[in-house]
Each structure stands twice: as C-alpha cells, then as structure tokens.
C-alpha cells in the first residue's frame, strides 16, 4: 500500500513537471497559477486520548506513548497543491495520514472497555490519524518580492483508535481478553495569516499560522492551531527543492456516539518535498 502511494505521487508530481515544463516560463515564482507538492514528512507527535468506559485510565486520558509504547516519531507522506484563481485569491489542499501501532506489558492500570487492567498486562494499540486541510487565503499585499494576506482553513480530522488487553486474574487460570474501538471525524474550522517573500529568483521563503480559540462547534468543543515555515530552493526551471518545518495541535472534548471523550494530539516536525510551480 505504501508503495502505490509513492508510485501515485511521483505520477502526479511528473504530470505538474510536464505541464510546467509546457507552460510559459515563470521568471518570478513567487505567485504561480498552481502548484503541487509531494515530500517525506519526518513527524514527532504526542497523543493522549479518552475514550469514556471504553479506552482510559480511570476517568483520565492515556497517554499512547508513556502507556502503550507507542512511540512518538515516524515518516509519512505529505501532499498538497495550491491553485491562485484570481489575482490576490488561491486556494489550497494539502493531507496526510499517520498510523501506529505498538504492544508491551503495561507499567499503570488502564481501562478497556469496562474492566480495569493492572500493572503488567498485556496491552496493545492502532491509532490512526488523517488529515486533510483546505485553504483559503486572500493576498492584502502582492507585490513582485513580497505578500501578505488573511487565511481562512478547515481541517477534516478523522481519528481511529483499537485497544486490547490480556491478563490472567485470580488463581482460576482464566485470562480475560477484552478489545475496543473507537473513531470520530471533525471538521475543524481556523483562521489566521500567510506571508511569502522571494529576495532570489531562485528563493521562495513561506509561512502561515492558523488558529481556532477555545470554542464549541456541533460535538466540538475545544482549540485547535497549525503552522508551517519553509523556503523553496528552484533548481531547474519550474522545478524547486523545498523544506519546511509543520505543526499541528487539536485539544478538544467530544460528544460523539462513536467517541465520547477527549483528545489532546500534536504533531510536528520537518517536510522535504519535491514543488512544480506552473
């Protein structure tokens, strides 16, 4: 599976080398029509998570990495692209997804679906994390070197998370194994700024913050932010080499059938990626 994706994003980076390749050459890359983006995202995250009477620590979040070993780092696939539709609009779509999974015998007592197991069982966990964020940003400035504008963003957040454990109670023998699940989607509205600026024909330096105050939204209630700076190094026509360092952060209670609950996740790190500017 992971090697379909990678096959799949070289051919859609390949159709953005081509077409730009095409296109008229772009003396300044600083405001392309479109753009796309595909890159390794090396991501450190921290989760805890509260699944009421089905995944927790005695009423209280668990921690995946401390509780379950989840660990906290791992590479995953990054994409977007960006299309500016009119002189001082463009808008944008990037995702990425994050799945773990890790089993060790626990050192504290953690509930799973009801029944409270001691230090020492054995417990594992899959949690997975998607996210897809569509941007708007209106330039207030646009200059030939420099822009700066108000952005507009709403993440779909979609959580996924099984737990299970395994402990042999009493002198019977018996071992009680018990499994859970649990997921929700949010759709997390924010709002903030982007500026970019090209002090080099060969040299795109970029940044954003997006953020969502403390807030009640349908069965959401909570803050939410993410932010991204970077530069793009063009190496050949409309080809760039780029990094950036990203980040996101959701902290939220949730009122959901499928996940009642809590949960406080950020996730940051740095992405290289290969841009077609077009």
């Given at each position: 599976m992971k090697i379909r994706a990678i096959v799949t994003a070289a051919c859609v980076l390949a159709v953005g080398v081509v077409g730009a390749a095409a296109a008229r050459s772009e003396s300044n890359h600083l405001w392309p029509r479109f753009d796309v983006a595909i890159g390794s995202y090396s991501?450190?995250?921290?989760?805890?998570i509260r699944v009421d009477g089905s995944i927790e620590v005695l009423g209280r979040e668990i921690d995946l990495n401390r509780d379950f070993g989840l660990g906290d780092r791992g590479s995953v696939l990054a994409g977007s692209f960006d299309w500016a539709f009119a002189e001082k609009h463009s808008i944008g779509l990037s995702t990425y997804a994050i799945q773990r999974d890790a089993s060790r015998s626990i050192d504290r007592s953690i509930d799973i679906g009801g029944v409270t197991f001691p230090i020492g069982a054995?417990?594992?966990?899959?949690?997975?994390?998607?996210?897809?964020?569509?941007?708007?940003?209106?330039?207030?400035v646009r200059h030939e070197k420099l822009g700066f504008g108000g952005s507009f963003g709403l993440v779909y957040l979609s959580l996924d998370a099984k737990a299970q454990a395994s402990y042999r109670f009493g002198n019977s023998g018996q071992t009680t194994t018990v499994r859970e699940s649990a997921s929700t989607d949010l759709p997390v509205p924010m709002i903030g700024a982007v500026a970019k600026g090209s002090p080099w024909p060969w040299l795109v330096l970029h940044g954003g913050l997006r953020y969502l105050p403390s807030v009640t939204i349908d069965q959401y209630s909570g803050d939410a932010a993410s932010y991204a700076v970077g530069a793009d190094f063009y190496v050949w026509g409309p080809l760039a080499i780029g990094a950036a360092y990203t980040g996101t952060y959701f902290n939220a209670e949730i009122d959901d059938s499928n996940w009642n609950g809590s949960v406080d996740i950020a996730n940051d790190g740095f992405n290289l990626y290969l841009r077609a500017s077009f």
């Open positions: 991501v450190s995250s921290s989760d805890e054995d417990a594992s966990i899959e949690f997975k994390q998607t996210t897809i964020e569509a941007t708007y940003d209106y330039w207030f």
